[in-house]
């Protein structure tokens, strides 16, 4: 407050309020403001630093251990991985029961392969080693030729990539007519070697030597017995699109080729 004083002749003396700016107030409150921001920079960074170098404590503490978390938690594991009989899997399970079929019904509907002795037409040809090439087409065929039967084809030196001898193939025009010429052939002496042994062989694998296509199965691994012995088609009454042959109708496993 100032006191202040009329001019001279006047009336008494008054007081008249008067109120000045107090500068000083803040200029200080904002140096206390620059001091706050200060100390908590300051404090922010000391503490980032500490817990750098706390985990850099516990992670090098955790590595030495022998026994180590890593974080785990029981609480985690329930919600991230729950148990296969979860209510939420439970569509899912009645699912896979309603269209699962179990093994022992699948074997229910397994078809073999026809038994060779039986079913084949053709005889593989094994030689002592270093007599596997010694023999000719004419030789093998004048070898198999009696009044009772007669090859139909003969397949001389045919050797696998992964084979280290090479065998020969005679075909019989029947399964009778292979039986016998395995009975009585079998040990014989044929050209320049001294021992021939007999065995059956797949039907479709002479099929495929037959037309030149390579014993080495495709992508799709074995082939169904259905199939035919190369490419995709089934034989007739196997493909989807056509009715099943009747009983009887089909007498033989790999003949007729259709």
């Known amino acids: 407050m100032v006191r202040t004083a009329t001019p001279r002749g006047g009336g008494a003396m008054a007081w008249e309020p008067q109120i000045r700016r107090q500068r000083g107030g803040r200029v200080a409150w904002l140096c206390a403001l620059g001091v706050t921001v200060l100390v908590l920079s300051w404090q922010a960074k000391s503490d980032a630093f500490a817990s750098a170098e706390g985990a850099m404590l516990r992670s090098s503490s955790r590595d030495a251990s022998a026994v180590a978390m ?14 296969k009989c979860h209510p939420k899997f439970q569509e899912e399970r009645y699912k896979k029961w309603a269209t699962d079929v179990p093994a022992f019904a699948q074997r229910l509907f ?12 053709t005889l ?15 030789e093998v065929m004048e070898y198999f030729t009696t009044k009772e039967y007669q090859p139909e084809a003969v397949i001389v030196g045919h050797q696998m990539p992964h084979e280290e001898v090479k065998h020969t193939y005679v075909h019989f025009s029947c399964n009778a007519d292979a039986k016998k010429a395995r009975k009585e052939k079998d040990g014989g002496q044929i050209g320049k070697a001294s021992e021939v042994k007999l065995v059956f062989t797949d039907e479709k694998k002479w099929i495929r030597l037959r037309d030149g296509v390579s014993l080495a199965g495709g992508w799709w691994g074995p082939r169904a017995r259905w199939m035919k ?21 089909r007498n033989h496993w790999y003949y007729p080729e259709e």
Request: hydrophobic share 25%.
């Open 70 to 83: 890593e974080g785990g938690n029981r609480r985690q594991r329930k919600r991230n991985l729950p148990k």
């Open 110 to 121: 397994f078809c073999p392969e026809a038994t060779l002795a039986d079913w084949s037409h």
């Open 124 to 138: 593989k040809l094994n030689f002592p080693d270093g007599e596997d090439d010694a023999v000719t087409e004419e």
């Open 229 to 249: 012995a190369y490419g995709t088609d089934a034989y007739k009454g196997y493909r989807p699109d056509e009715p099943a042959v009747p009983t009887g109708v």
